[in-house]
């Protein structure tokens, strides 16, 4: 027999899921639209421990004493950003215009391996041989072509100094003012929404901050110190006389890669070494696992203090969720999907913890 009041129930439930997904997705693009106010606001959380430590030691107002601290920041950002445009840039062309000999050098080191190798004993016939090798050159091949785009896609982002410069500039007026008038812009917020909105809102935002905001505080934190690490050593080691051409951007690959949940830097520094010490270089191979061990005992160390509790994702919906990102957007899905993945179990935590489809075909 047909219960119109359970089926009814269920629709309601399953448009409720639906009509919250719909929402996160115009969000998130919202987000990418609003960039610059995004990090703005990004960054005014990270400063504002700041902003109350001088109002605090000083007696300052907050007025006063956010644009102590924005100063600083600011002046800190916008010498960073200058330093890095400049060194990417020379950097990236570089490595653009030598790219084909570095992995031409790369391919006649695997066609010296294979050639190396006794395969005789496993009986392997000339042709599978014959594949293996053109296999080898295909990969290679494509991620040439693949790193050639990266670089270039980065050295036109990086010559768009018009649009950088606006979206800098935006950022840091938005900064200025979110530091400056934080009551005034919450008071307005609240004024203009209705009351149970608003009491709904602050809820998610407080547990959404308080976990998404903490992994993102402690990644962000691990991340930077691997590649603040990273880009000493390697500047160290060119210094040194080590043959390493391409410093920040090999720290830029490095952090971007021990950004990636379960991956880590390890799996761009041991190729490196590996490649080096096949290309002839065993210093330098050496070298590069010393370094990555300092790093990993510096994580190590830190991991424990910077991240205070586990936020309850199992590995493999981590690897999924970083799949899905990388199918939908690319690469950089690989950093967004976890991150969506974090904001989706936390606006549903009352449904998962009860059960998705008990919860929503319950008859309760």
Known sequence: MWDISYWSKVIRRILYVIFILIGLYIGLKLSIFYMPFLVAFIISLMIEPAIKFIMKKTGFTRRVSSIIIFLIVSILILGTLAWLIITIFSEASSLLQGLNDYFDKIYIQFQNLISSLNFDKIHLSNEILEVLQNSTGNVLETISNWLKNALGGLINLVTSLPSIAICIGITVIALYFICVDKIYIIDQIEHHMPKIWVKKIWVHSKELIGTLGGYLKAEVSLVLISFIISLIGLYILQFSGFNIKYP??????????????????????IPWAIISALNGDINLGIAIIVLLIIMSIVRQVLEPKLVSKNIGIHPIFTLIAMYTGFKLIGVIGLLIGPIVLIIVKNVFSNLIDRGVFKTIFDRK
Not at 248 to 269: E, H, K, N, R, T
């Open 248 to 269: 920040l951007l090999m720290a830029l690959a490095i952090g971007f890669v021990d950004a990636l949940p379960i991956l880590g830097s390890g799996s761009f520094m």
